[in-house]
């Protein structure tokens, strides 16, 4: 392993700081009061409305400007996995969702906002201490931003996946209303809590199975003991293939692609070197003498996602000890995050892998301890590890999902109150959400709007695909 003493790099030296998060020296009840005027400025019932913009734009011509940063090949793999369904064009079309909140009324308040919050971008992930914790588990898009710009994306795509699973708009507009609610009370008990006692605060495996039903209690164990076997030995089992007596990973073109050059024509093995001696400026000392204590063994290309599919991104394999001592790391392109165009003040970071590093572990309980970033011949790259204990819940068609839908709604409420909670000032969005189910109502209203754009949306692009406007891999994506 390259030796974390030379030549460490720290150009990505951050442009944002944290004043933009730093809350007035004014008393719990001075702040309530704040965000409960707010509501004069705009009424609770304003969130309820959603009228698309006269002159929105296509959205296949946003998801097309997105294609051309992309590796061209894979924006087919992209384009299959969205055509699924309704649900899936929702999932990779965060750059057309961040349009239309751009429109909708806020009330000023700022927190470090996810950026692509849906309900599939929540899970359960191992903390340094080895124990399950749930929450947000996807940043690429995060960025200073309105509060209801995440809540408001997430209520809706509850809605879209409640149809999804074959609900009617009761069941969809239930499962909006139930993120709401959930989100506003949490908050608010939130916002009484002392600001360390906040940021120590997680959500673990006992706090998830004791606020749920027995149906969504016996889902919950099945989804965290997958998780648990999801290890690096797991991996290594999965991913890769021992020949003449070393570990290869196995390719699955064009999915896992091993590659001896990267597109620039410089050696694989080459790049990687000069990249681990940016990235590890990143990761703090300790982390980096863990590392130096492995040895690379192989590297391929993969494809990832449904939004990222198209942009750059590695697995590195390393052995240890022995072959039981594996690690796999993710090195993930970072690109703009698609709210910046409607975040022109905020001042951002010289890496946008510093970006995405650095709200990740603001807003999410217990980080990677691996998380990092880095560059490589100006492509801008975040670290992670690859799985370790991560698991999530699938949305299949079928109306035992639907029922216990509500149970995993009000989860992602509560994980993105405390994300929420963690880098904004919760006392002003609690007196602003109050005791009152006046929001639940109006986002539950919004959201069954969104959802029907996002049905339109979804036809218009098929339509694209059928006339051949865009390209789809063929096979399984």
């Not at 998060?21 to 009424?43: H, M, N, Q, S």
């Not at 906040?198 to 495996?205: C, L, S």
């Not at 863990?290 to 391929?300: C, F, G, H, S, T």
């Not at 992602?412 to 109502?441: F, M, Q, R």
């Amino acid at each position: 392993m390259t030796d974390p003493r030379m030549r460490p790099r720290r150009d990505s030296k951050p442009l944002a700081h944290v004043d933009q998060f730093i809350v007035p020296r004014a008393t719990v009840d001075e702040r309530f009061a704040a965000g409960k005027a707010l509501r004069e400025k705009l009424p609770r019932e304003r969130h309820a409305d959603y009228v698309p913009a006269p002159a929105r734009a296509d959205p296949v011509d946003i998801l097309q400007a997105q294609n051309a940063t992309r590796l061209p090949q894979l924006v087919p793999v992209r384009h299959a996995r969205m055509l699924e369904s309704a649900f899936a064009f929702l999932r990779g079309s965060a750059a057309v969702a961040a349009a239309d909140l751009a429109g909708t009324p806020t009330t000023g308040l700022t927190v470090q906002a996810c950026g692509d919050m849906h309900v599939s971008n929540f899970g359960v992930y191992a903390s340094a201490e080895r124990r399950l914790l749930f929450g947000i588990n996807d940043f690429d898009e995060t960025l200073p931003a309105p509060w209801e710009w995440d809540l408001k994306r997430l209520a809706a795509s509850a809605a879209v996946v409640a149809r999804h699973l074959g609900g009617k708009n009761a069941a969809a507009a239930d499962a909006a209303r139930q993120v709401t609610r959930s989100y506003r009370q949490h908050v608010r008990a939130y916002a009484r809590m002392g600001y360390l006692e906040i940021w120590y605060k997680t959500i673990d495996e006992d706090d998830v199975l004791a606020a749920v039903s027995d149906e969504a209690r016996r889902r919950g164990e099945k989804v965290m003991a997958k998780a648990r076997n999801r290890t690096h030995t797991q991996v290594l089992e999965k991913m890769a293939d021992l020949v003449d007596d070393q570990h290869h990973i196995v390719e699955q073109r064009p999915f896992i692609v091993r590659e001896t050059h990267t597109e620039h024509g410089q050696p694989v093995i080459e790049a990687l070197d000069d990249f681990l001696q940016s990235y590890l400026g990143s990761i703090g000392w300790d982390r980096c003498r863990l590392l130096e204590q492995y040895r690379i063994i192989d590297v391929a290309r993969k494809v990832v996602g449904v939004g990222s599919v198209g942009t750059r991104c590695w697995v590195i394999m390393l052995l240890g000890v022995d072959d039981d001592d594996p690690l796999f790391l993710q090195v993930k392109e970072a690109q703009p995050s698609v709210l910046q165009p409607y975040r022109p003040s905020v001042r951002a970071f010289a890496n946008e892998g510093h970006r995405v590093v650095a709200g990740q572990r603001l807003i999410q309980s217990s980080p990677d301890i691996f998380l990092g970033w880095g560059e490589l011949r100006g492509v801008q790259f975040y670290v992670r590890q690859l799985r370790d204990m991560k698991g999530g819940t699938e949305f299949r068609e079928g109306r035992t999902d639907l029922d216990t839908l509500p149970d995993y709604c009000r989860l992602c409420g509560w994980a993105l109150a405390l994300a929420h909670a963690k880098s904004g000032d919760a006392a002003k969005i609690a007196g602003y959400v109050g005791k009152s189910d006046d929001l639940d109502e109006a986002i539950a209203t919004f959201s069954l709007a969104y959802a029907d754009q996002t049905e339109r949306d979804y036809e218009q692009f098929a339509r694209a695909v059928r006339r051949g406007r865009i390209k789809v891999a063929e096979g399984r994506a």
